[in-house]
């Protein structure tokens, strides 16, 4: 069934991207097709700090959005992590620029995503590899603002 859920979910990157602009949804884009992803927004100290710590189970098209106020080298870890994740690394303007896959749950081994990065989108391990999301894919979220590569319609962000 979930593998049904994210084919259902995979659209043609010919259909208009506007519609799915909201701060609850991340769209990643790529030669592969797109998907749509149901996101928390981690955009203060104090929730990036939490992250997904001691969730038990994350739905499949669902993530964490983690939003820095400006580009920097950042790197995660995965203690008190429950469940393995993708950490997707990304550039102002929604570029993916490195791609971190299956983190290991409890471990507390530095991640690093790289400089010049100001979004982390974090899924569940393995899903970006069998969605083929690769770095060079965007990301499409209201906070990228001006610098997105695919920027939002103003009107269908919430």
Not at 25 to 41: I, R
Not at 66 to 72: G, H, K, R, W
């Amino acid at each position: 069934m979930k593998v049904w859920a994210v084919a259902f979910c995979i659209i043609s990157a010919s259909q208009s991207a506007w519609a799915v602009c909201d701060v609850n949804k991340v769209t990643v884009s790529g030669d592969w097709g797109q998907a749509h992803f149901n996101v928390d927004v981690a955009d203060d100290p104090d929730e990036r700090a939490k992250g997904l710590m001691f969730v038990e189970d994350l739905p499949t098209l669902s993530g964490m959005l983690f939003v820095y106020e400006q580009p920097q080298s950042v790197s995660f870890w995965m203690q008190n992590t429950l469940i393995p994740l993708d950490m997707l690394f990304a550039s102002p303007s929604g570029e993916i620029l490195a791609i971190h896959e299956n983190a290991i749950p409890l471990d507390t081994t530095p991640i690093p995503g790289g400089d010049g990065i100001q979004y982390v989108l974090e899924i569940n391990g393995g899903l970006s590899s069998r969605l083929g999301i690769e770095v060079g894919s965007i990301l499409q979220h209201p906070s990228f603002g001006f610098q997105a590569i695919l920027p939002c319609d103003e009107k269908s962000s919430n």
